[in-house]
């Protein structure tokens, strides 16, 4: 028996570094997974995931109208019958200075960041509350929390999502659908490697940053992935609203 056995789960970004990761995690751990992303990469996730052994299938779609999270959840009960975990893993980081900040960038980052989210949350509550329950994992960022250079946009997406998170565990305890939010630190992911290349760095120099960490090396989506899979399970189930942080200690030994 797996730790999420007989669960479904929908997993944003899951052709992808974070995302994939945690589909894959999950998978390994008996869940079901709806496999969503943007991509048609997402389609490599679910062979991945059939290869183990485990069920998939993909919904490629962009998740930032109400009317892509609605079907995708519809989908999702449609072929499986359930719905029991909301991972909110797919996101994206560039980054725009404030004199760069206008409404396009605002609209593309809430978009993806905090719109996409907020509707898949309010397609699968419903189906949550009628089952008795279900676990919802926002993948957020210590962007959120403390702001951040050149981040304006992504920053405030973050931490409107971190606010959402709070609102929507406080509305739904009573209904057994827990809400918590994941930082997971400084990670190796193609997303992460592609925005170092606008600045010239590599992977080669993202792992010598990584050393300067306080465990001595970069974060991987696997270390997320784990902390998603116990946020999923019933090992956490008196785990709620929390904000769960898996840097390796950096940004509590960077306020101290
Ligand atoms: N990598 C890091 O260091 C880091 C740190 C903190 C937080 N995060 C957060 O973790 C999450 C995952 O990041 P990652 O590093 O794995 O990124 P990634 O770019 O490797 O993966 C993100 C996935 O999201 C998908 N996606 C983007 N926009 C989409 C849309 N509109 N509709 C559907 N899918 C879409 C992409 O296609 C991609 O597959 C993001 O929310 C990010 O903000 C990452």
Same mark, same amino acid.
């Given at each position: ?21 945690? +589909? ?35 919904? #490629? ?17 449609? @072929?499986?019958? &359930?719905? =029991? ?9 560039? &980054?725009?200075?404030?004199? $760069? ?8 980052? !809430? ?48 931490? /409107? ?28 992911? @193609?997303? $992460?490697?592609?925005?170092?290349? #606008? @600045?010239?760095?590599?992977? /080669? ?13 970069? #974060?991987?989506? $696997?270390?997320? +992935? =784990? +902390?998603?899979? !116990?946020? /999923?399970?019933? $090992? ?10 898996? =840097?390796?200690? &950096? ?6």
């Amino acid at each position: 028996m797996g730790r999420v056995s007989g669960k479904v789960a929908l997993v944003t970004g899951s052709a992808s570094g974070i995302g994939r990761a945690a +589909a894959l995690a999950l998978a390994q751990e008996g869940a079901t997974i709806a496999a969503l992303d943007r991509s048609s990469n997402i389609a490599i996730t679910v062979a991945r995931i059939q290869e183990i052994g485990g069920h998939a299938f993909a919904i #490629q779609a962009d998740l930032r109208t109400e009317a892509a999270c609605a079907e995708a959840v519809a989908t999702t009960v449609h @072929e499986y019958g &359930r719905l =029991d975990i909301l991972v909110n893993a797919a996101g994206i980081f560039p &980054r725009y200075a404030l004199n $760069e900040t206008d409404q396009a960038v605002l609209d593309l980052l !809430f978009g993806v960041n905090f719109n996409g989210p907020l509707f898949l949350c309010k397609h699968t509550i419903p189906i949550m509350q009628q089952q008795g329950g279900g676990s919802i994992i926002n993948v957020g960022s210590i962007h959120g929390l403390c702001g951040g250079r050149e981040l304006i946009a992504y920053a405030a997406s973050k931490g /409107a999502l971190l606010n959402l998170t709070r609102t929507l565990a406080r509305s739904y305890a009573r209904d057994h659908i827990r809400v918590n939010y994941l930082i997971p630190g400084w990670v190796l992911t @193609e997303g $992460e490697l592609a925005i170092q290349a #606008q @600045e010239g760095h590599d992977e /080669a120099w993202l792992r010598t940053q990584g050393e300067r960490l306080p465990t001595g090396r970069i #974060q991987l989506p $696997e270390d997320a +992935a =784990d +902390a998603i899979v !116990f946020l /999923a399970s019933d $090992e956490s189930s008196q785990v709620n609203a929390s904000i769960l942080n898996t =840097d390796g200690g &950096r940004s509590f030994f960077t306020i101290l």
